[in-house]
């Protein structure tokens, strides 16, 4: 039965430049000036803008990643079993204006099919930390399921004179929403690696999560856009696969 | 050349200029060669700016068309003394009184996060403390604005529009046509919420539709909406733009037009993507990140033109009614109407010089008679209009009168 699943889908595991990586799409909300541009061009990589700007309306940004993932493979002696594969993701981010006139209007759009959440707050500014509940609340208006995975992140740690808002209040809230929590200084090279950690961590939770599988087919078929959701749904196969019958599968080797 | 000459027809003859004009326009046959074309043109065209600013009343008709053709008003000295007749300003009116200090303005704290970031929009190798005394100036000018029109709002993206002022104009006359054009052209981005913002943008894809309705399918299936130019409306291209000479030129076109012509040109640049577009992936996150990144190279001149043929062809009116907008929602829109109604009758900077001092109102000799000749004068540009959109110029000007 899940050897006829594969052979329909007419895949076998994905390679990272397969056009079939899945697709993540990452919200990163907070206040003004907390340092979402940053923190996403930190991510991303490219060039890093030594000159960041207020974002007006909405800034996308992409990374490929892949990480390590478990999939249904068929060998050549027609037998199948599970194997560790390099899964490749696309994390789309949408870097948002912090300025409350866009969010009322213009950003509403982006929230929808959205698979995660970063929320950012500047550690030296105790407003933007006291926002989050109203960033949270933002959230649930634009109906995202309590499950999608949510991350929070403090902000301008170099600061660390002017730091109000402590870890361990923060630590206390993230705790308290179920979302882990990361403080970064997203203007520092050297902290790379720790901000790779943030969205490495979402990535994780993505891959883990059930509810952020792409859509059903009768959903992705009933509109074009979405069109590519269709050529995902061989990885989600694979995942369900895994995530369903482990047991079985690993019986199956 | 003698389309030059062709524009300047309607006030022409009543300025002694125009016998310098019509000196600059019979050169020896040999100057006429190539390489002097674009200088010669240039100069022309310098001589026809200060021709209809010198002319009394101010042939404000034969600068619009000035500011919207081939490379716009030139230089930053003529902006000066161009910008403010565009806008109907008296820049020698005095500054009203501050009502409040502008450090308790409820958007103090929301400009100066915004303006203390705005490096970029800096001439680059500009010194530091330099910098930080236009950064200071710029807050100044933006809030002392807010004051004075209490029912505006700041938007992110208002500095970048202010910006583009300040560092052309100087801190004084900016306050001066910013102000002004925050109660005309930028009125709808300063409410409260962005509803009417939405509105004006809600112009773009049946634009695109009629244009191309191909182009439009795909981005409608893709439902990239249009918030990828929401920082090119809203900022006049400021924002987007790295080239600070495209920007200006881009204001002396803005300021010349209609306050949808910044939507006419999305559109413009929309349709001169269309390869691009179409060659992307039909989803929200490739449509979006393809056009929301103006590449630096694409043709403006010729852009400027198609948004003018756009805006002749279909014209916001027409456009509103097909996509069931309501037209005079705008306040930009309808405080237009009566800026166009008033830019006639404007005094000379010389005559205004003057003036100054004394009791003021007569600089606004403001004859309201038929603004036809302005109106067809903005989209008789020479070069400035296809076959198609001159057939219809006729149904465009019952619009405008």
Redesign the interface.
Known sequence: MEPGKEQANGRGATDPNDKNRR?F?IIVIGD??VGKTCLTYRFCGGEFPE??????????R?KNVTIEGETVKINPIIKWHLSLVCLPLQL?LWDT?G?E??R???VQ??YRNVHAVIFVYDVTKMSTFESLPTWIDECDRHSLSPDTPRVLVGNKCDMADRKVVTSGIAQKFSDANNMPFFETAAKLEEEGDKINNVFMTLAHKLRDHKSMMPPPFDEADS???R??SIKLRPNKAELDGDDDQPSDSSCAC | MSAKRRQRTPNGKKTPVTTDLNATYTPPPTAAKSPQGPESAKKAKLTAIYAALNSDPVDVAALRKLAISRGGLLTDEIRRKAWPKLLNVNVFDPPPKLKMPIEEHRDYNQVVLDVNRSLKRFPPGMQDEQREVLQDQLVDVIVRVLINNDQLHYYQGYHDIVVTFLLVVGKEKSFSLVDKLSTHHLRDFMDRTMDRTKHMLNYLLPIIRKANPKLHDFMERSEVGYVFALAWLITWYGHVLNDFHSILRLYDFFLACHPLMPVYLAAAIVLEREADVLAVECDMAFVHSLLSRIPDNLPMEELVIKAGDLFVQYPPHEMAKEAQLQYNKSSAITKHKELEGNLRGQRPDTVLRRLQGQAGGQAQAGSKQSNRVVKVAVWAISAGIGAAALAVLNSAMEFWV
């Open positions: 697709i799409k003004s000036n000159k960041t700007e207020a974002t007006i309306g909405v800034d996308f992409e789309q204006a300025q006139r866009f009322k209007s213009m759009h982006y509109r074009d856009s069109g590519k």
